[in-house]
Nanobody
Framework: QVLLVESGGGSVQAGGSLRLSCAASGYINRPYCMAWFRQAPGKEREGVAYITRSGTTKYADSVKGRFAISQDNAKNTLYLDMNNLKPEDTAMYYC???????????????????WGQGTQVTVSS
């Protein structure tokens, strides 16, 4: 079975940086798309960064220029480098994966069938 395990969350001050990791296992063929979502208290889960198996990326406007998604195929690990963090980046961050193309084309959480348990990121002002 597919297993996604996030790590790397923590508490930082505004302007700081964090690197999130997502260790993936339980499959032979890599997912078509992997992504990072986040959910703040009282808000809906939103996608912030996506990457296809070929390495194409896209980002939510709110994180463009500050966040970078990448993957190490040899290690089956997904990363999210977060720089110049802001208090509004505070949220639980989730790794997601799917083998369907809709996950990339649509980007909504409903199109991802596999999720990690989440890692908390807290940014103080």
């Amino acid at each position: 079975q597919v297993l996604l395990v996030e790590s790397g969350g923590g508490s930082v001050q505004a302007g700081g940086s964090l690197r999130l990791s997502c260790a993936a296992s339980g499959y032979i063929n890599r997912p078509y798309c992997m992504a990072w979502f986040r959910q703040a208290p009282g808000k809906e889960r939103e996608g912030v960064a996506y990457i296809t198996r070929s390495g194409t990326t896209k980002y939510a406007d709110s994180v463009k220029g500050r966040f970078a998604i990448s993957q190490d195929n040899a290690k089956n690990t997904l990363y999210l480098d977060m720089n110049n963090l802001k208090p509004e980046d505070t949220a639980m961050y989730y790794c997601a994966a799917d083998w369907g193309t809709r996950s990339w084309l649509d980007g909504q959480q409903r199109t991802f069938n596999y999720w990690g348990q989440g890692t908390q990121v807290t940014v103080s002002s």
